[in-house]
């Protein structure tokens, strides 16, 4: 018998456009959910001592980055020191949500490879307090591997120890298995499912995986949109 997908934590209708992300996560009544959310990660996540969540879907379209950027501007306008970290090497998105300086050069790729360091790496979002970015710092479509060693374990366990939570973005499970690997050294795990898009066999297999992995997951974001 096949596992059932983890319980949900909240369900709220998902809006694509980074222009009005701080309004959506702070002030717009169809963000109320996205609220619920942040709450109940600073109640059972947060102050359980909780550091660091993994955001999975399966495929592409359930909004993870959305998701993601979200609950970090509302975490982080809400007094936490919050870090996200764009771990989608194949496609990432995070620079969309969030433009990042003319400056900024190294993200995670550069760090796994060891080309750059953690610190310069990690760049503090202006028009949010307390929301850190460390950038995906393009694109590898053979970067699976940069993810197996203990440099990237490291980067995760040095980032908890900086910041109140890290979010990390991670690329669709149901393609790439460094989705697994990324939660497994995270520890905790939420999934992102978008409703009519995103299978629930697909996320009990997940679920499934994970719990091998030893990783616990806390619950489900439903994305109506």
Do not use: W
Not at 96 to 115: I, K, N, S
Request: charged residues 20%; contains cysteine; aromatic residues 6%.
């Amino acid at each position: 018998m096949s596992p059932s997908p983890p319980r949900a934590i909240t369900e709220f209708r998902l809006q694509i456009s980074p222009a009005p992300l701080i309004d959506f996560a702070t002030r717009a009544p169809e963000g109320a959910p996205l609220r619920t959310t942040a709450l109940f990660l600073q109640q059972e996540h947060m102050q359980r001592g909780r550091r660091g969540l993994a955001l999975c879907a399966p495929a592409y379209g359930a909004g993870v980055t959305f998701v993601t950027a979200a609950l970090a501007v509302t975490l982080a306008l809400d007094g936490g020191n919050i870090l996200i970290i764009d771990a989608n090497l194949h496609r990432p998105q995070m620079q969309v949500m969030f433009p990042p300086p003319e400056h900024a050069g190294a993200g995670l790729l550069q760090v796994l490879r060891g080309e750059a360091d953690l610190v310069s790496a990690i760049e503090r979002y202006e028009q949010v307090p307390n929301l850190s970015l460390m950038y995906a710092g393009g694109e590898d479509e053979n970067g699976a591997e940069l993810f197996d060693g203990p440099g990237f374990e490291q980067i995760i366990r040095d980032c908890q120890r900086s910041y109140d939570l890290v979010l990390v973005d991670t690329p669709p499970a149901n393609r790439f298995a460094e989705s697994r690997r990324i939660a497994a050294v995270t520890g905790y795990a939420a999934f992102v499912a978008r409703r009519d898009r995103t299978y629930s066999t697909d996320l009990a297999t997940l679920a499934r995986d994970l719990k091998i992995n030893r990783v616990e997951v806390i619950g489900t974001i439903l994305n109506e949109g």
